[in-house]
């Protein structure tokens, strides 16, 4: 079984943990990184299902011109400065 300190990890991701919680975490992580461990040695290729998608994006067939939108979009902005767009400041510290 692998050792993990769950206190330890925890602290690192500054997440509040309840005592009863720690129980169950001590109990769980182990089983889950040994779970990932044994995919891991299984190894193999990742299979692609038939019909999945992973890129659906459009080819672009009618390209504007760079720039062609600014003048508009800057009007419809209540604040711009210098032809950049000014947003409220919503950086905090916490």
Known sequence: MIDVDVAK???????AVSDEEMKDLEREIPE????????????????????????????????HESGEHTDELLAA??????????????ITQD
Do not use: C, S, W
């Open 32 to 63: 889950i990184l040994a779970f990932i461990d044994q995919i891991t040695q299984a190894g193999g290729e990742v299979i692609k299902e038939p019909g999945e998608h992973y890129n659906i994006m459009r080819k672009d067939e009618n390209p």
């Open 77 to 90: 902005m209540p604040d711009t400065k210098n032809g950049y767009l000014r947003v409220r400041k919503i």
């Open 9 to 15: 990890l925890a602290n690192l991701t500054r997440m």
